[in-house]
């Protein structure tokens, strides 16, 4: 049955709508184990892993499932760390005006780089190098617009509080590593449900 929604445009749906719920499951669970920021870091790796078993489980991965939750598991913090890296150069860039930084423009583009890196590693490791590119663009661009909630968020927009209301009875504080995590999820399973409909699986994988 996988196999067969997966090469309909449902099947991009459906995968990228796992992935939100899937990865916003993960997301949850260690923003209520750790609210520390260095926690929400060292966990964050947890939640991909949470997030990549629900993922492959809803979308029928089993025959790539150990590799799939393995590259989701380590690809969070690893694309979180390679992101804020390669955002960080942007400071040291002369020809960028001082208002880039201070707009927080610079984290939602982190952001962004963060869902092109860690889609780039899960196309890598689920269909090899050729397909790095394509989940890279596709990622990236699909995670901008959770980097533009959190800009949001470090803006003191009204959203804020109104998504910390609806998260209250979590006793969720800070909901930046929340949309973080969540925005990677979608952004790399849209990317999945769109290579997988384009190149139909012929097995649950």
Same mark, same amino acid.
């Given at each position: 049955?996988?196999?067969?929604?997966?090469?309909?445009?449902?099947?991009?749906?459906?995968?990228?709508?796992?992935?939100?719920?899937?990865?916003?499951?993960?997301?949850?669970?260690?923003?209520?184990?750790?609210?520390?920021?260095?926690?929400?870091?060292?966990?964050?790796?947890?939640?991909?892993? /949470? !997030? *990549?078993? $629900?993922?492959?489980?809803?979308?029928?991965?089993?025959?790539? &499932?150990?590799?799939?939750? =393995? %590259?989701?598991?380590?690809?969070?913090?690893?694309?979180?760390?390679?992101?804020?890296?390669?955002?960080?150069?942007?400071?040291?860039?002369?020809?960028?005006?001082?208002?880039?930084?201070?707009?927080?423009?610079?984290?939602?583009?982190?952001?962004?780089?963060?869902?092109?890196?860690?889609?780039?590693? /899960? !196309? *890598?490791? $689920?269909?090899?190098?050729?397909?790095?590119?394509?989940?890279? &663009?596709?990622?990236?661009? =699909? %995670?901008?617009?959770?980097?533009?909630?959190?800009?949001?968020?470090?803006?003191?927009?009204?959203?804020?509080?109104?998504?910390?209301?609806?998260?209250?009875?979590?006793?969720?504080?800070?909901?930046?590593?929340?949309?973080?995590?969540?925005?990677?999820?979608?952004?790399?399973?849209?990317?999945?449900?769109?290579?997988?409909?384009?190149?139909?699986?012929?097995?649950?994988?």
């Amino acid at each position: 049955m996988m196999e067969r929604l997966a090469s309909k445009p449902l099947g991009v749906l459906w995968t990228a709508l796992a992935g939100l719920i899937a990865f916003a499951v993960g997301a949850v669970v260690i923003t209520l184990i750790g609210s520390a920021a260095d926690q929400s870091f060292l966990l964050s790796g947890v939640a991909g892993g /949470i !997030g *990549g078993l $629900l993922l492959a489980i809803l979308v029928g991965l089993w025959k790539k &499932l150990p590799q799939f939750v =393995a %590259a989701c598991l380590f690809g969070v913090p690893i694309a979180i760390l390679a992101a804020f890296g390669i955002a960080g150069l942007f400071d040291l860039v002369p020809i960028l005006p001082e208002s880039f930084s201070s707009s927080g423009l610079a984290d939602a583009l982190a952001i962004g780089i963060m869902g092109a890196v860690y889609g780039a590693m /899960i !196309g *890598g490791i $689920l269909y090899g190098f050729r397909a790095m590119t394509f989940f890279a &663009l596709i990622s990236g661009l =699909a %995670a901008l617009p959770f980097g533009f909630l959190v800009r949001a968020f470090n803006q003191g927009a009204p959203i804020r509080g109104q998504i910390l209301q609806i998260l209250a009875p979590l006793t969720i504080d800070d909901p930046n590593m929340l949309v973080i995590i969540t925005g990677m999820g979608f952004a790399m399973a849209l990317a999945l449900g769109l290579y997988r409909r384009m190149n139909p699986p012929s097995d649950a994988g």
